[in-house]
């Protein structure tokens, strides 16, 4: 069974930093493509950034420069490094895995099966 529990969310202010952990269990977690979201108050839930086994990776437009997506096979953690926070990006943050078309390098939520329950991230001003 699946699961993916989500760790490193807290409160900061404009220009700080945090690092979001992903701990996969109950797969083979670098047979996986693995994603990152985010949903704010009354937003529909939006890509953030993604990440398939060859290390190719993808970021939206509002995070390129700020967050980095990265991997540890052999700990099965997937990680959000964000830096220069906007109180825009305050949502809760959650991480996403599917084992399908595993070349397929997209922030579609439609297109990840597994998900975590979410880390908060608030970003003060």
């Known amino acids: 069974q699946v699961q993916l529990v989500e760790s490193g969310g807290g409160s900061v202010q404009a220009g700080g930093s945090l690092r979001l952990s992903c701990a996969g269990s109950?797969?083979?977690?670098?047979?996986?493509?693995m994603g990152w979201f985010r949903q704010g108050p009354g937003k529909e839930r939006e890509g953030v950034a993604a990440?398939?086994?060859?290390?190719?990776?993808t970021y939206a437009d509002s995070v390129k420069g700020r967050f980095t997506i990265s991997q540890d096979n052999a700990k099965s953690t997937l990680y959000l490094q964000m830096n220069s926070l906007k109180p825009e990006d305050t949502a809760m943050y959650y991480c996403?895995?599917?084992?399908?078309?595993?070349?397929?390098?997209?922030?579609?939520?439609?297109?990840?099966?597994?998900w975590g329950l979410g880390t908060q991230v608030t970003v003060s001003s």
């Open positions: 996403a895995a599917d084992d399908r078309l595993k070349q397929l390098l997209t922030m579609n939520p439609t297109l990840y099966n597994y």
């Open positions: 990440i398939i086994s060859d290390g190719r990776t």
């Open positions: 109950g797969y083979t977690y670098s047979n996986y493509r």
